[in-house]
């Protein structure tokens, strides 16, 4: 029985030694879980969508029950479906975002009261200017037409 030697140390070939590779069934593993990650995305959203539905519903279906049990109902509801949603791949990256935006706000230099005053003013007096424009090129062009026709 003749051995088969290979150039590449890395293949092995098909000797009892050294058994074959098994990253084909790997790949059709990881696909498997991706399927099944999205049939549970798929599913979170349903329900968290099915959940908001709901609260719409009932809260025009319990009209004759007091507006407290109503609002507290759309918010018990609306709030469980927001902890379902944030379970999905999408609602993951829409809370680190979120939480992102937070720290970025956290480092925004605020104008302080002065500022904050003299661009209001120069704001007012710029819409003052454009207004006398506007109402001076109406007030012309008013004029013209009127002597155009007569």
């Known amino acids: 029985m003749a051995e088969r030697w290979s150039p590449k140390p890395q293949v092995g070939g098909s000797i009892p030694s050294w058994p074959a ?13 991706r399927v099944v990650e ?5 599913i979170r959203w349903f329900l968290g969508i099915s959940l908001i539905g709901i609260a719409v519903y009932s809260n025009s279906y319990f009209i004759e029950e ?3 049990y109503r609002v507290l109902g759309v918010i018990l509801l609306v709030g469980l479906s927001l902890v379902i949603l944030v379970t ?5 990256e829409a809370f680190k975002i979120i939480l992102a935006s937070r720290t970025e706000i956290r480092r925004v230099v605020w104008p302080t009261r002065t500022e904050t005053i003299q661009t209001t003013l ?4 710029a819409i003052f200017v454009a ?18 026709l007569g």
């Not at 590779?21 to 879980?33: A, D, W």
């Not at 120069?122 to 007096?125: E, G, P, S």
């Open 21 to 33: 590779n098994n990253e084909v069934s790997g790949f059709f593993c990881m696909e498997r879980v």
């Open 38 to 42: 999205k049939m549970q995305n798929f």
């Open 66 to 68: 007091p507006l407290f």
């Open 88 to 92: 999905t791949s999408e609602g993951k």
């Open 122 to 125: 120069i704001v007012l007096v």
């Open 131 to 148: 207004g006398l424009v506007l109402w001076g090129l109406d007030s012309l062009f008013g004029w013209a037409t009127a002597s155009f």
